[in-house]
């Protein structure tokens, strides 16, 4: 059996770990918003603003059931954020984080497995590996509705990714990667042996580690060199 700490499945997020948006989320928040006549400058405005930016990384339709209560609202709500984000994403508003797709290429490289995962819905997260050229990058890509319905903090886009690829013997072989609280979370939840958070998106060193970050590092372009002297330091026990 291989030692745990030979890491084999690495999950990475998207926007914000491998993925710039330069604050679509908000802008399309604000799509939303005004589809159900949320005034913007609102107080009610900037209350629901303010639950977006504390639970990024969260699947967005359990974002929006929380702000809006009733199912038909929070369907309108994701739909016309889905649609304002895929079309902010269309006009070429993302850009992969600086080194992140070489980054995922050495760890593939190295053997290990990497499957990005998202809390957008699929016609988003296709719309964004559509505009980086990403389809082919990686072997599996995950959002909530593949793993049952429930994303982060939920560990279960972990597992699922687990159980699909089938290149680890032990959660302890995963490797999971994010730049939100929830991230952590998710990671923690489903056992894996190395959490880690990054400083390129939306959360700060404080709140990656009090959510379950066992390292935070600049950026995912730092990631190979971690998971590197992570194993060899299993290596040499």
């Known amino acids: 059996m291989n030692d745990i700490r030979d890491l084999h499945l690495v999950v990475l997020d998207m926007a914000g770990t491998t993925v710039a948006d330069g604050g679509l989320v908000e802008l399309a928040f604000a799509a939303a918003a005004g589809e159900l006549g949320v005034e913007p400058g609102s107080a009610d405005h900037t209350e629901k603003l303010d639950y977006v930016r504390a639970t990024m990384g969260e699947s967005k339709i359990s974002v929006f059931r929380h702000l809006f209560g009733e199912e038909s609202l929070a369907r309108r709500a994701n739909a016309a954020f889905e649609k304002a984000y895929g079309e902010l994403v269309d006009g070429g508003r993302v850009a992969p984080i600086e080194g992140a797709r070489e980054a995922i290429e050495e760890l593939q490289g190295g053997g290990r497995t990497v499957v990005l995962t998202t809390g957008f819905a699929r016609v988003t997260q296709d719309a964004i590996l559509d505009a980086l050229g990403w389809r082919d990058l990686v072997p599996l890509t995950l959002c909530p509705a593949d793993a049952g319905g429930r994303g982060r903090p939920y560990p279960d886009m972990v597992l699922e990714a687990f159980l699909r690829t ?72």
């Open 166 to 237: 089938g290149v680890a013997e032990d959660v302890r072989q995963i490797a999971v990667v994010g730049d939100t609280s929830y991230d952590m979370l998710s990671g923690v939840r489903a056992g894996a042996g190395v959490v880690a958070g990054v400083l390129t998106g939306a959360h700060d060193d404080t709140a990656l580690r009090a959510a379950g970050a066992g390292h935070v590092l600049g950026s995912v372009a730092e990631l190979p060199a971690l998971l590197s002297e992570f194993a060899a330091a299993g290596a040499g026990r």
